[in-house]
């Protein structure tokens, strides 16, 4: 089943990447976000499925902007996307209440984790 | 007036430039007219002098909307030239110097991407061949014919360093590549093992 998807990330060259990513099995990209603070704006008004999240970004992160996207709505999803050590960061997203974190650079692990939320009946409709 | 100033630091270069063109022809018709209809020197003297000093006013503002800012964009550049991608720009208008300040750290932000991608998969790389090589080295001895594998396995493991040196030549917005891992700038690696001017270490001393 589709789903409606949010992009932030900092870089046009990756949310290109992933927006291209995300279509081929039907996702549809319904925004996308440069920073922390056009995520938070752009989900109250979206309302999206998932949010894909990166780590480090100009003027506000994406930790900073997922504890508010969650305080928000604290049935958002959010799967953070990060070039970062996966080791040391996966604890304290999960921690956040963030869905999973995935490997920018490994295409099939973001996708899993999509279709993971479809299967544990969580993303919207 | 804080809203006047707000308006000000809002409007386009073009629209200011297109303000000040307005301003100096409406001040040059009114000396202009002045002296054709032989009004009193001192009125005529007055309005070329507030000629003047608009247009003295008008230069200052340039150095400071447009000189200054380019200037300013330049050495940031000049800084992502030299492999400092962390060294953004500062500069926040809304004006066309202020688009161009955000393009330009765009495009440092995608060429950061583009290093850590490479750097992402040299370290895979690196872990793949040293396991290829350790069973290489497993298998019974069949002298010679391994020896070549062997070497192209040597040399793909220098050509992942080389490429692991060149894009560790470069300093990262908000992310450091240390002990193989890569880590957000301001997290220390737990290890007590940070470099000296990691920020985490500055922060704690």
Excluded at chain 1, 98 to 109: T, Y
Excluded at chain 2, 21 to 33: E, K, M, N, P, R
Excluded at chain 2, 55 to 62: E, G, S
Excluded at chain 2, 173 to 183: A, S, T, V, W
Aim: proline share 2%.
């Amino acid at each position: 089943m589709s789903k409606r998807v949010l992009v932030v990330d900092d870089s046009s060259m990756m949310r290109k990447m992933i927006v291209k990513l995300l279509q081929p099995p039907g996702h549809i990209v319904v925004g996308q976000a440069k920073n922390g603070l056009e995520a938070i704006e752009l989900y109250k008004s979206l309302q999206p499925d998932i949010v894909t999240m990166d780590i480090t970004m100009r003027d506000m992160d994406g930790l900073a902007a997922a504890k508010e996207i969650l305080r928000f709505d604290k049935e958002a999803h959010i799967i953070f996307l990060s070039n970062l050590d996966e080791e040391t960061y996966r604890a304290e997203v999960e921690k956040l209440g963030a869905r999973g974190f995935a490997s920018k650079h490994k295409a099939r692990e973001i996708l899993d984790m999509i279709e993971e939320e479809e299967r544990s009946g969580g993303a919207g409709s | 007036m804080s809203t006047l100033l707000q308006a000000a630091d809002g409007m386009s270069l073009k629209n200011k430039a297109l303000f000040f063109f307005a301003l100096t022809v409406l001040l040059t018709l009114t000396a202009a007219g002045a002296v054709l209809h032989g009004g009193p020197p001192a009125a005529v003297l007055a309005v070329l002098t507030f000629l003047l000093c608009s247009l003295a006013v008008a230069l200052f503002c340039f150095q400071l909307s447009v000189s200054r800012p380019l200037a300013d964009l330049n050495a940031a550049v000049r800084n992502m030239i030299d492999g400092r991608l962390d060294h953004l720009s500062r500069i926040k208008r809304k004006d066309e110097i202020g688009r161009l300040s955000e393009s330009v750290n765009d495009l440092a932000i995608n060429m950061q991407e583009v290093l850590l991608f490479a750097w992402n998969h040299s370290q895979q790389s690196c872990v793949l061949l040293e396991q290829i090589a350790e069973r290489l080295d497993t298998l019974p001895e069949a002298g010679e014919s391994l020896d070549g594998i062997r070497e192209e396995l040597a040399h793909l493991q220098q050509d992942n360093e080389d490429l692991k040196t060149i894009v560790m030549s470069f300093s990262y917005f908000e992310i450091r590549l240390e002990h193989e891992r890569m880590l957000a700038e301001a997290d220390c690696c737990g290890d007590g093992s940070c470099g000296p001017d990691s920020a985490c270490r500055q922060r704690h001393n």
